[in-house]
């Protein structure tokens, strides 16, 4: 099995292609049990016209029709930034084993920064988490890409 730094550099690499795009740069993989990625996602909410297309639901999404379920048992979701509210949900409701993150987002993160929907006794489902993972590195891609967007006066989206 791989590092944990390896898949968060796909993830990485994933969300430069957000950027690119316009979009704001978060990237997501899924890999199985056995360390093959599964899934790919990276944000695409405004290329999309779609508020739900988000790096983990995209991941999440690719990965369910690549293995032909929408439960994710003993996957990890590997994601550039903190997850919010509605990608914790989707998370949960794919069950997947394990959260591997990068930078927190003290914002709207949803798994320590702002709440730990995670540890809610209301979920049977547990989540394993790790934050911080190439942390540095995301958090850095995001100040760029909003220092551009700034400069060039459109912070709208």
């Known amino acids: 099995m ?85 990608c914790t949900g989707a998370i949960i409701h794919a069950r997947i084993k394990r959260l591997v993150y990068g930078a927190a987002e003290p914002r709207s993160g949803m798994v320590e920064s702002k709440a730990n929907l995670f540890a809610q006794p209301w979920y049977f489902h547990r989540v394993e988490v790790n934050g911080g993972v190439l942390a540095g590195r995301a958090a850095t891609l995001l100040k760029v890409f909003f220092a551009e967007r700034r400069s060039h006066g459109d912070a709208s989206r």
Do not use: W
């Open 2 to 86: 791989r590092s944990d730094e390896f898949y968060m550099h796909r993830a990485l690499e994933l969300a430069q292609q957000a950027a690119k795009a316009g979009e704001v740069p978060v990237g997501a993989v899924v890999i199985d049990g056995d360390g093959e990625i599964v899934g790919r996602g990276f944000n695409a909410p405004v290329s999309r016209h779609d508020p739900c297309a988000h790096a983990e639901v995209e991941a999440l999404r690719d990965a369910g029709e690549r293995l032909g379920n929408y439960r994710l048992e003993g996957c990890t979701l590997y994601v550039t930034l903190e997850p919010c509210l509605m």
